[in-house]
T-cell receptor, first 115, second 110 residues
Framework: GAVVSQHPSWVICKSGTSVKIECRSL??????MFWYRQFPKQSLMLMAT?????????EQGVEKDKFLINHASLTLSTLTVTSAHPEDSSFYIC???????????FGPGTRLTVL | SQQGEEDPQALSIQEGENATMNCSYK?????LQWYRQNSGRGLVHLIL?????REKHSGRLRVTLDTSKKSSSLLITASRAADTASYFC??????????FGQGTRLTINP
């Protein structure tokens, strides 16, 4: 069964609003989780590494004030897209590592559409 | 940044045929992983090959790794319609950061 869940699975919002996406590790306490963005027919691009109890680490070119990440517990990380614009429309996927730190377990993704 | 290239970008074959996808990477690796993504879904880990391994099998999957050429291939034998998906290679950079190739969209025609 799924070990990482995301909510919502899809969301449509108006330009200028904020959207929160939740990522839950269902079977494992994850001190580190990852947020990716995927545009149509493209690969996954890592946006940031979410660290429990501390600030997230953002990849180059990702605006930390626009994509707010909170990892308040060992099972929940949230990504808030603030003041969303149509160009933020994308597929957002979270993941966590397993016990060996090799493979990652991915959530089912959240489709964000900004009108 | 993307780790490297995958080819082909798209592959369409008949059910029962073998599908081969290639991946090239740029930096040194400890291991290389392959993932599968069904349309509009998350990724599923398929197989991991370590840098000191040259070939690995898992069911109908066969992965090769050539560290001298910085390339890997994924072979799916006796393909099935359910194998239709996108396939990505990925490697870990730094502590845990996973960097993906551009992916191959595989279509199996019944």
């Amino acid at each position: 069964g799924a070990v990482v869940s995301q909510h919502p699975s899809w969301v449509i919002c108006k330009s200028g609003t904020s959207v929160k996406i939740e990522c839950r590790s269902l079977d494992f306490q994850a001190t580190t989780m990852f947020w990716y963005r995927q545009f149509p027919k493209q690969s996954l691009m890592l946006m940031a590494t979410s660290n429990e109890g501390s600030k997230a680490t953002y990849e180059q070119g990702v605006e930390k004030d626009k994509f707010l990440i909170n990892h308040a517990s060992l099972t929940l990380s949230t990504l808030t897209v603030t003041s969303a614009h149509p160009e933020d429309s994308s597929f957002y996927i979270c993941s966590r590592t397993g016990r060996t730190n090799n493979e990652q377990f991915f959530g089912p993704g959240t489709r964000l559409t900004v009108l | 940044s993307q780790q490297g290239e995958e080819d082909p970008q798209a592959l369409s074959i008949q059910e029962g045929e073998n599908a081969t996808m290639n991946c090239s990477y740029k930096t040194s690796i400890n291991n290389l992983q392959w993932y599968r993504q069904n349309s509009g879904r998350g990724l599923v880990h398929l197989i991991l090959i370590r840098s000191n391994e040259r070939e690995k099998h898992s069911g109908r999957l066969r992965v090769t790794l050539d560290t001298s050429k910085k390339s890997s291939s994924l072979l799916i034998t006796a393909s099935r319609a359910a194998d239709t998906a996108s396939y990505f290679c990925a490697s870990i950079q730094g502590a845990q950061k996973l960097v993906f190739g551009q992916g191959t969209r595989l279509t199996i025609n019944p």
